[in-house]
């Protein structure tokens, strides 16, 4: 019973983990192929999961240990537009290392008609985001089969 348990929890967990960042790379790989593409700049580095404030620095420490934060960036509604918009990511960079500075200069993509809905194209949010949902899998697998 405590097997069955486990491997629908890892199942369960894998589904969720795949569909909360899978979707976030496929989105940002589709809309780069086919929505818009512009260019827009860091702002601001969001200070924790559910704190809407904004800060300079990418990372931050919590619990004594540094942590990448996510970022905040600033971009037009259309190549050479003067309107912009501010977007929030949905995931931060895996390593500190790999993170955005502040007033980079990044390329966001979105749906052709729709700015609001934008993602950051950039290889450390690629990566992350692939890294978390290839563990997904693996976490599917392992609930599905058994050992593996």
Not at 17 to 32: A, C, N, Q, S, V
Not at 59 to 73: D, Y
Not at 93 to 101: E, G, K, N
Request: charged residues 20%.
């Amino acid at each position: 019973m405590t097997k069955l348990f486990f491997r629908l929890a890892l199942l369960g967990l894998g589904c969720f983990l795949l569909y909360t960042f899978g979707e976030d790379t496929i989105k940002t790989i589709w809309y780069r192929a086919t929505g818009e593409v512009v260019e827009g700049r860091i702002s601001g580095f969001l200070a924790g999961r559910n704190n809407p404030s904004v800060q300079l620095e990418s990372t931050g420490v919590r619990k004594g240990k540094r942590r990448a934060r996510r970022p905040v960036f600033r971009y037009p509604v259309a190549e050479g537009a003067k309107d912009s918009l501010e977007g929030r990511s949905g995931a931060s960079a895996f390593f500190t290392f790999t993170q955005y500075d502040l007033h980079e200069r990044v390329s966001v993509v979105f749906a052709k008609g729709k700015p609001e809905d934008a993602y950051l194209f950039g290889i450390q949010m690629i990566l992350a985001n692939t890294l978390l949902s290839l563990f997904a899998i693996y976490m599917m697998s392992i609930g599905i089969r058994g050992r593996t």
